[in-house]
């Protein structure tokens, strides 16, 4: 149990360690703060999962740092394209896209981040590492079951909080593809579509708004701009987290309707911080 708890506690601490490096890096390229990471807090796990393997595998190795980066980059690479897959299977989204980056593989793994990768592999062996085992050598055996008990408390509530917003995130996309879905179909049975130019295309709306079927459009689409504005007023802060953390997130089933979201959260953002900017202004004046 004790050997467990000194893991456990290791592989919170990468995973800490990999969130900072995340957001740091992460803020850096979107010149802002991003909380980045799969869990509301500041962990990444897969940075944990990914030391503790690195760690099993490279350290019977020679400590040559050489060896160790290019043994690095394999492992890494590895794991990042199988997480990739995974989280692509689950919950049917691409979390990152590296598609616009040189030497890239399906968008999942690219060799600028392999390289990184890498060069973090060579400062966990070297530096991290020894400084971690350090760390955990100077707690006592009951302040370790504390903060095993409180962590793995944490994680799993993190874990439920998060997986459950993105399931009734991906529930909110398919029902609106739905209703996207219906009135194409309705609009495809009128002559809408068959009418030449902008004139005469008016006029068929006008003519189809009086209509039962006009009306239950207009009430699908008024439907629809109705949860938009309810996405972007209300509090669905785990949600409104997870697209914000990816903003290169695509959903594998409904891209354009989560396109539409995240353009709407996104620039909700966006337009909050320019209202702030010159209310802050006027009031200087």
Known sequence: MAAFCDLFLSFTIYSFLGWVCETIYCSIIFKKFVNRGFL??????????????????????PKNALLIFFAGVVITTALEYITACILEKLFH????????????????????????????????IFFI???TVWLINLMSQRVKYVLFALLAMYFIVDTTITVTSIYKLNLRLEALSRAFSA?????????????????????????????????????????????????ETENHAFQKRIIKAFPSMRSTKYPEVLNIIKEKVLRGKNTASDKSSKEQGTRSK
Not at 42 to 61: D, E, R, S
Not at 100 to 118: A, E, H, P, Q, V
Request: aromatic share 14%.
């Open 93 to 124: 989204a691409k979390w990152w896209d590296y598609s616009k980056n040189k030497f890239n593989y399906k968008g999942r793994i690219c060799l600028l981040n392999s390289t990184l990768f890498g060069l973090l592999s060579v400062a966990l």
């Open 183 to 231: 009135i194409k179909e309705k609009l495809d049975n009128t002559d809408f579509y068959n009418a030449l130019n902008i004139k005469e295309r008016l006029e068929k709306l006008h003519e189809l708004l009086n209509t039962d079927r006009g009306r239950a459009i207009y009430n699908s689409i008024e439907s629809i701009r109705s949860y938009i504005r309810k996405l």
């Open 40 to 61: 509301n807090g500041p962990f990444c796990p897969v940075y944990g999962f990914g030391a503790i393997l690195l760690l099993y595998i490279l350290k019977p190795l």
């Open 129 to 131: 590492e020894p400084v």
